[in-house]
Nanobody, 121 residues
């Protein structure tokens, strides 16, 4: 079994900051890409940012310059530092990881349960 558990969501005023964390646990052999997606009410889930095991990053245009993704390979953890938050950033944020459970297994995609981020005055 593999679990991804997010934390750090909440209510913040426009212009504020939040830091999301996601830790992967369980039967893990290796982790490839990790990332954050978000889904606002009535909208499709979209990629926010991703990071490879080597540290290469990718961001949605809407968050470039405001959000920073990072990871700790030693702790199987991925972070999302969100600055200059806007009301349109309001969504449920989901952690995502491509994980291999053993050398006999292929790479599988796992999701966290999601954490709510609300940006409002």
């Amino acid at each position: 079994q593999v679990q991804l558990v997010e934390s750090g969501g909440g209510l913040v005023q426009p212009g504020g900051s939040l830091r999301l964390s996601c830790i992967a646990s369980g039967s893990i052999f290796s982790i490839n890409d990790m990332g954050w997606y978000r889904q606002a009410p009535g909208k499709q889930r979209e990629l926010v940012a991703s990071i490879s095991s080597g540290g290469s990053t990718n961001y949605a245009d809407s968050v470039k310059g405001r959000f920073t993704i990072s990871r700790s390979n030693a702790n199987n953890t991925v972070y999302l530092q969100m600055n200059s938050l806007k009301p349109e950033d309001t969504a449920v944020y989901f952690c995502n990881a491509l994980i291999r459970r053993g050398f006999r297994y292929g790479v599988e995609r796992y999701w966290g349960q999601g954490t709510q981020v609300t940006v409002s005055s």
